[in-house]
């Protein structure tokens, strides 16, 4: 069923070969910068601190937390994003660093992430799948989204029975990867809160059709 998926919604959208990013650390700091906002205020936010110089543990660690603030503000909640990427940075620091980091088996790897302050098991299992290339499934509200629509008008399934099917049918980091970024892109153009269902290349497998939907129930 997922390889299915992941098939049709390349053919819909192409590969979206997510994360940008130049190396894991800055990975980790996006996924926490993009937390209740857009990705392109999580950009402004990174570029900004990039042209600080501050975009590395150790510096992010030091950094006076109103400064950090102050950069970080395009991506919105900076006081509390500043405090998120400082505890982050001395969790990484505190492990010897990503090296040391990338050595811990998956398990006791999103354990440890869990520990971090703001991180929760959507931004645990970013952090794994995009900076530690571990085959974990991210599962975001959007996937929630498409699961329960496809799975309509029985109930979708819930977040570990998702990410279960995900991680044991798309073995790779690399699919299971593919399949969240493009998720989202098909989120954002068809499976909206409002669904635009013309066009969608999962319409022949989905149940979930507005016309037979309650408008109320549209907006879910």
Same mark, same amino acid.
């Given at each position: ?12 959208? !192409? ?36 042209? /600080? #110089? ?53 398990? !006791? ?16 299992? /970013?952090?794994? !799948? ?17 699961? /329960? ?41 068809? *499976?909206?809160?409002?669904?635009? *269902?013309? #066009? ?6 989905? #149940? ?13």
């Amino acid at each position: 069923m997922y390889r299915e998926i992941l098939d049709a919604l390349i053919e819909q959208h !192409g590969p979206q070969r997510w994360w940008p990013a130049e190396d894991p650390f800055e990975i980790m700091v996006g996924a926490v910068l993009v937390q209740r906002t857009a990705w392109r205020n999580a950009a402004l936010a990174i570029r900004a601190l990039k042209e /600080a #110089g501050v975009l590395r543990p150790d510096r992010l660690d030091d950094l006076r937390r109103e400064a950090l603030a102050a950069l970080i503000r395009p991506a919105g909640f900076f006081r509390l994003k500043a405090r998120r990427l400082q505890s982050m940075a001395r969790f990484v620091v505190a492990a010897g660093g990503l090296r040391a980091l990338s050595a811990q088996p998956t398990a !006791g790897l999103r354990a440890a992430l869990l520990t971090i302050r703001g991180v929760g098991p959507e931004t645990a299992d /970013a952090i794994l !799948g995009y900076a530690f290339e571990r085959p974990v499934f991210v599962v975001d509200a959007y996937a929630r989204r498409l699961s /329960a629509r496809l799975a309509h008008p029985a109930p979708g399934p819930s977040d570990a029975d998702l990410k279960a099917g995900c991680e044991r049918e798309l073995v790779s980091a690399r699919d299971l990867n593919e399949l969240h970024a493009l998720i989202v892109r098909h989120g954002q153009v068809y *499976c909206r809160a409002m669904a635009a *269902c013309d #066009g969608c290349a999962l319409r022949p497998r989905c #149940g979930y059709h507005p016309e037979r939907v309650p408008a109320e129930r549209q907006l879910s």
